[in-house]
């Protein structure tokens, strides 16, 4: 008899819930639910479960855009709070686990399907037991790391979106006191992520007088038709997830590669390529030369956090 | 019969070996070598043997001030090169290990003794499980984690140092443009390690005229006796330190605790009640408040990286 799971991965704005088999989400038992009609996630879980109430369920795991601690988490764009006893309460598993969003993606890349993954940067090849960092750009920014360590599979949870936003040049440290000046603080997602692009976009329309509030999809637009001022914001966007992701690969050496995962990641990488983004990626002195071992990659599997999930608790089962 | 390890920390400037018995090391076998005057880390592990040689090593591990990838490394500030099968010729020892010199740091952190760790900031406790970041100050900069994993604790590399230097104000962005004038590049290094006081202390004397190139050492004495341009040069030093503390906690999550190792970090400690160093720990926006939570303390012990080899040794034996 297979064994029955019920993963979801709760977005500021939407989610998913699926069903897994042995470890392996079920394509067609993925539903998607908007998060503004309901009051709580127990009660899109109680919904779910419903359509589906001749399955026993003997774990369940959640991945949520927002700090986790000692199994419970908060939804940082979302006042939603969500733990283990209402996970069990809500689907009859019991067996729940809350993951950071980003843990669940890094627990996915062992299992991802060729097709779903494209390489930016092909970098250098490296043993299996190599370290993985996922770097996830969307609503948010933040980012994890999947270490192979004897007992298992482990992804510590981070909230690196929030550190300070890296600047190298005049122009950057000027955009950087613009969003200062905005928010009181210049966090890296403040530039890396929809908002992010926005910001930057807003950054060369101030300096000119003109009227700020494109979304990142018109930033995207313009540049596509030829606009120059949202070229610019998508070069600087690029410069400085640059020096991000070279910063996190100093600081956490992903021998095995990065893989850049969100629909921000998505609509950035295909201008990569006409952008400061690799001078500033090796725009670190007698340590440029050591960043080219590290692979950068693009996921582009919309599911990688369910996915994610049901890896995460097949292999605790099967250490069990 | 007690079981004999031979341990090492190996820093740009001096080696310090010792034995470990049962994994504690025994304070009468350590044993200090100047660098300059050998040829390579072999030399001195055989000089050492030669007044030991009554022992039968099992196991040996090295701790290096540079980057270590599949049991190899080589000295950043040091030309010489460390691997496993060297050290085995060198100590007779079958299991050899090479470790970068904080990952060594973050295998120490649960065999400190009480007396040789004070609090700098306390923090919230934390379950036993909880990550630790090490925090290493002296000739250069770096960090590691330790990670309680189920098959044991983890402790990846880093080389964090080389990582680009945040910067919060236009003072400290003027002088990182100083520092990318005079070296090509401001990494976390250039400012936050013994050289790094030095060039806090060359901007400002680079800003009215005067002459530069005084030894951190210099700087401290010269803050003590009031010097205001010293002072200046230990506030910078310090404010970045909060700042760069404040992104390897949000990039980590270290709820156990943060430990500040090296001789800087010493020489610092005294020094931060009278900075900034506090404010910029928390400039993280509405992230601010979640940094309270992340003790610092200061570990005093000369001995820890002989300590977290001989810790990581016993662990592995253990295990085995």
Redesign the interface.
């Known amino acids: 008899m297979p064994h029955h799971s019920i993963v979801a991965d709760v977005g500021g704005t939407n989610t998913r819930v699926a069903i897994a088999l042995d470890g392996q989400v079920a394509p067609d038992s993925i539903q998607k639910f908007a998060n503004a009609g309901h009051e709580s996630l127990t009660e899109i879980l109680t919904a779910y479960r419903k359509d589906h109430d001749v399955v026993k369920f003997e774990q369940v795991a959640v991945a949520i855009a927002g ?1 986790v ?2 199994g419970q988490g908060c939804l940082t764009n979302l006042d939603w709070t969500i733990d283990c006893a209402s996970l069990t309460r809500a689907t009859g598993a019991p067996d729940a686990h809350v993951l950071n969003d980003l843990q669940a993606q890094a627990h996915a890349v062992g299992s991802l399907a060729p097709a779903s993954v494209e390489d930016i940067q092909t970098g250098q090849n490296a ?1 299996p037991e190599a ?1 993985h960092l996922v770097v996830g750009i969307g609503t948010g920014f933040n ?1 994890a ?1 999947a ?1 192979q ?4 599979t ?1 992804v ?5 979106g ?3 936003l ?3 040049t ?1 122009d950057q ?1 000027a955009f950087a ?1 613009y969003l200062r000046s905005r ?5 890296i997602e403040d530039a890396l992520s929809g908002r992010g692009l926005g910001h930057c976009h807003d950054w060369f329309c101030h300096q000119v007088g003109h009227p700020i509030g494109a979304k990142s999809a018109q930033v995207f637009a313009a540049a596509a038709a030829g606009d120059q001022m949202a070229k610019d914001s998508i070069n600087l966007f690029s410069c400085i997830l640059g ?1 991000v992701l ?3 690969a ?4 992903p ?1 095995g590669g990065i893989y850049l995962v969100g629909g921000m990641s998505r609509a950035i990488t295909p201008w990569l390529g006409q952008t400061g983004f690799e001078a500033a990626w090796q ?6 030369p ?1 960043l080219d071992q590290f692979p950068i990659r693009l996921v582009t599997d919309d599911y990688a956090a369910l996915t994610g999930c049901a890896s995460f608790l097949e292999k605790l089962r099967v ?1 069990h």
Chains 1, 2 share one sequence.
């Open positions: 700090p601690r000692d043993s370290a980012s790391v270490y360590a004897p007992g298992g482990l510590p949870p981070a909230e690196s929030h550190a300070t890296p600047v190298s005049a440290f006191e928010f009181g603080h210049a966090a020096t070279g910063d996190l100093l600081t956490t050496l021998f725009d670190k002195g007698r340590f440029g050591f250490a």
